[in-house]
Nanobody, 119 residues
Framework: QVQLAESGGDSVQAGGSLRLSCAAS????????MGWFRQAPGQEREFVGS????????YYIDSVKGRFTISRDRVRKTVYLQMNSLKPEDTAVYYC????????????WGQGTQVTVSS
């Protein structure tokens, strides 16, 4: 059974950096795209960005453009979210999700990892 596992969440000061990882387990994983989402306390889950598994094309929401970078390692079946110049408003639980072959949207989710940015 394929699962996603995030890691790398931590507490940092504003202006700092973190790199989150999302590893897919299972031999049969076949992804179309991988996305990163976040959910702050009392708020709905928000899409942050995504990467196409085949060609590495990325997409970001405006609030993280120029600060966050998504990359993927197809051999390790791992996606990364490099976060620089972190702001307190980036504080949230970060989730990775996979859109697998044949799925219309993201159909596999990780358990989430906490990122806390203090001012």
């Amino acid at each position: 059974q394929v699962q996603l596992a995030e890691s790398g969440g931590d507490s940092v000061q504003a202006g700092g950096s973190l790199r989150l990882s999302c590893a897919a387990s299972g031999r049969t994983f076949s992804g179309v795209a991988m996305g990163w989402f976040r959910q702050a306390p009392g708020q709905e889950r928000e899409f942050v960005g995504s990467v196409r598994w085949a060609n590495g094309d990325t997409y970001y929401i405006d609030s993280v453009k120029g600060r966050f970078t998504i990359s993927r390692d197809r051999v390790r079946k791992t996606v990364y979210l490099q976060m620089n110049s972190l702001k307190p408003e980036d504080t949230a639980v970060y989730y990775c999700a996979a859109q697998r072959a044949g799925a219309e949207g993201y159909d596999l989710w990780g358990q989430g990892t906490q990122v806390t940015v203090s001012s």
